[in-house]
């Protein structure tokens, strides 16, 4: 085994990784996976605490799911998607059609989270310069929203660490305050005691720019890259109003929200509102194979119909586009939500993970707890009262991620942000194990902070 690791570290490069890390804390070698667990070549094992990136839903190795894609797999493993169709993809079409709500009849399939977002963008540009808008050429974010590594979704993110240093190549995007309660940008002591001067911002940013303006895209009630910001429904409300007010679009990327992770199929189901563009991926396909689907509204649709001539078309497109096996395996993940017992599952656990993580506030160092369905997150600060952060060079996610390890869980952090981003199929012992020693990994690490103790290395 230490023969692969090092020909890992001599031929790969891994995402997100600075590769000097590595020597003090090797990738893991990971040989099979079932249902929560993770098994590792050296007899340890992991719960998947992060659900693989956000994206595995059922828990791993489900053998409806992986015969599914074998059956797929024997009978059409894939085909162009121009020109050419297949059932797979007409069916999962139909279903997420139907899934999304009344007025998104139409299914753009590719083949990541960024591409779904980059579609959207795409065909929101177009769609404003073919109506002859043609002032209409930005894009309105969060400035802590996440929507992507390519150059047009890195354009919409906020995510300054991850995005500085390619900031020369992006294209000028708007940037609205994220409604970030506990830090609220206009000082305010959090949701209930304010008068949503988040929605105020940016309703004065579309009063002033619409003109210029495509789309506000955001992620709809949980920013996760951004630090697992939970924001309340009003805002994204308000944003819908606001958007219909002033003739932009309004892009949903529910890339890390869909697919049931927060007690919804989607996200924008805990309102009553309707995007004009939603972007899917990562648990489309329960987190198995990499895919990607941007839905719009007909009337959208309707913009780009029309004869060849008149260069209508949506010149865009990914090789990999409706993969037959992919979308095999997302139809058959959408089965196992039908009767609606997963769903109702999930809000059950949830309601006692947010309960069992809000029993952690009282802890030191812990100076926020939020979260969304099975998604609950830990802000760790250094001093609760003035809710100043740890520096940078301190990365105190880092030592609760080593205390993790050592319990069988995955506390990847993001920043100075713990988090549990469980898979549906979480059982409640394993929940209560999961939480129980996240709690512990925590106590470790306040009580080596309190005795003056700096990061071990
Ligand atoms: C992960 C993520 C993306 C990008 O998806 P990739 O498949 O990694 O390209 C886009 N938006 C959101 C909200 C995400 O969490």
């Given at each position: ?168 190549l992006m294209f000028p995007t708007l940037k609205a305050p994220t409604p970030y309660c506990y830090r609220c940008p206009f000082g305010k002591k959090g949701y209930g005691r304010c008068s949503l001067e988040c929605a105020e911002a940016l309703g004065k940013i579309l009063h ?186 301190e990365r105190p996610g880092l030592e609760i991620y080593r205390e993790g390890l050592r319990r069988h869980l995955i506390l990847r952090p993001l920043g100075n942000i713990v988090y549990l981003y469980l898979p549906l199929s979480v059982r409640q012992p394993e929940l209560e ?25």
């Open positions: 085994m230490k023969e692969k690791i090092d020909d890992d570290l001599k031929y790969l490069w891994h995402p997100y990784t600075q590769m000097k890390d590595c020597r003090a804390d090797p990738p893991i070698f990971i040989e099979r996976a079932c249902g929560l667990k993770l098994f590792a070549a050296d007899g340890n094992w992991y719960y998947d605490t992060i659900s693989s990136w956000w994206c595995n839903i059922h828990g791993h190795c489900r053998p409806e799911l992986i015969n599914a894609m074998a059956g797929q797999a024997a009978q059409l493993d894939h085909v162009l998607f121009a020109g050419f169709t297949h059932p797979a993809a007409i069916e999962l079409g139909r279903r997420l059609v139907e899934l999304a709500g009344r007025s998104l009849g139409k299914v753009f399939f590719s083949d990541n989270g960024s591409t779904a977002v980059e579609t959207a963008l795409k065909m929101s540009f177009q769609y404003w310069q073919s109506a002859g808008k043609h002032e209409k050429r930005r894009f309105l974010g969060l400035d802590l929203g996440y929507h992507g590594d390519t150059v047009g979704a890195m354009s919409l993110s906020g995510v300054d660490l991850f995005n500085e240093r390619f900031r020369p002033r720019e619409h003109g210029n303006i495509c789309a506000v895209v955001l992620e709809p009630l949980l920013l996760a890259a951004g630090g697992m910001v939970v924001y309340p429904a009003e805002y994204l409300k308000a944003a819908r109003r606001l958007t219909e007010t002033y003739g932009v679009h309004l892009i949903l990327d529910e890339v890390a929200t869909g697919f049931g992770r927060t007690g919804r199929m989607f996200a924008f189901h805990h309102t009553d509102i309707e995007p004009d563009f939603l972007c899917l991926s990562k648990g489309i396909t329960a987190g198995i194979l990499p895919f990607g689907a941007t839905l719009t509204r007909d009337d959208i649709y309707d913009a780009f119909y029309g004869d060849y001539s008149e260069k209508k078309t949506f010149f865009h497109g990914h090789t990999y586009t409706a993969n037959p096996i992919a979308s095999k395996v997302a139809l058959e993940s959408l089965k196992l939500f039908e009767d609606g017992v997963l769903l109702e599952g999930v809000r059950r656990k949830a309601a006692y993970l947010r309960d069992s993580l809000e029993d952690l506030r009282q802890m030191p160092f812990i100076g926020d707890v939020r979260g969304i369905g099975l998604v609950g997150a830990l802000e760790l600060v250094r001093n609760k009262d003035t809710k100043e952060p740890f520096s940078f060079e194990y999961i939480i129980r020693n996240t709690r512990e990994a925590i106590e470790t690490f306040s009580r080596r902070r309190k005795a003056g103790k700096a990061a071990v290395t």
